[in-house]
T-cell receptor, first 113, second 113 residues
Framework: QQQVKQSPQSLIVQKGGISIINCAYE??????FPWYQQFPGKGPALLIA?????SEKKEGRFTISFNKSAKQFSLHIMDSQPGDSATYFC????????????FGSGTRLQVQP | NAGVTQTPKFQVLKTGQSMTLQCAQD?????MSWYRQDPGMGLRLIHY???????DQGEVPNGYNVSRSTTEDFPLRLLSAAPSQTSVYFC????????????FGQGTRLTVV
């Protein structure tokens, strides 16, 4: 049972373009939605996160858009750079019970120069 | 400040052998967890701990044991290694049990032959 579905599996974008990664969740009890960035041979690192009381959060070139009614959220990377080439994971968690992160399956982003 | 330290980085085991993956954090975090990462499946929670002396099962606990005798350490034990346990293992810690940033170690790549 995959509670967080992520797409696409892989993405190739030209330098300067916009990268868009989408996630959908099922459990309406989720109340924290982070995105993690992982470079080869490294552990994931928090990139940006959002809570469901806002519809958008922006940090530099990275923006999370959140649609609570559709149970979807997405990561937009503006002006994509070769240094952004990595695997991106969306995740979700809730403030009760296990409180662990449920991850999407990941998106491998390649930004071509 | 070392953050989350995992050892070893690489390990090859024979089927049936046992071993312990070490995880230590120096940030005085309450919450620690173990994930395994497999291609196309994201990260899946194995076990977690909300504080010293308290552990609980995650999504895929079978074949693994954990203990948390101190705040700093959270070792993961493979009781009798199986080829299905070939994976990359990540330890993570968070400041508090509520939804805050998770800090990941660099991972242990385990191969069971």
């Amino acid at each position: 049972q995959q509670q967080v579905k992520q797409s696409p599996q892989s993405l190739i974008v030209q330098k300067g373009g916009i990268s868009i990664i989408n996630c959908a969740y099922e459990n309406t009890a989720f109340d924290y939605f982070p995105w993690y960035q992982q470079f080869p041979g490294k552990g994931p690192a928090l990139l940006i996160a959002i809570r469901p009381d806002v519809s958008e959060k922006k940090e530099g070139r990275f923006t999370i858009s959140f649609n609570k009614s559709a149970k979807q959220f997405s990561l937009h990377i503006m002006d994509s750079q070769p240094g952004d080439s990595a695997t991106y994971f969306c995740a979700a968690s809730m403030d009760t019970g296990r409180r662990a992160l449920t991850f999407g399956s990941g998106t491998r982003l390649q930004v071509q120069p | 400040n070392a953050g989350v330290t995992q050892t070893p980085k690489f390990q090859v085991l024979k089927t049936g052998q046992s071993m312990t993956l070490q995880c230590a954090q120096d940030m005085n975090h309450e919450y620690m967890s173990w994930y395994r990462q497999d291609p196309g499946m994201g990260l899946r929670l194995i076990h977690y701990s909300v504080g010293a002396g308290i552990t609980d099962q995650g999504e895929v606990p079978n074949g693994y044991n954990v203990s948390r005798s101190t705040t700093e350490d959270f070792p993961l034990r493979l009781l009798s290694a199986a080829p299905s346990q070939t994976s990359v293992y990540f330890c993570a810690s968070s400041r508090h049990v509520s939804n805050t940033e998770a800090f990941f170690g660099q991972g242990t790549r385990l191969t069971v032959v």
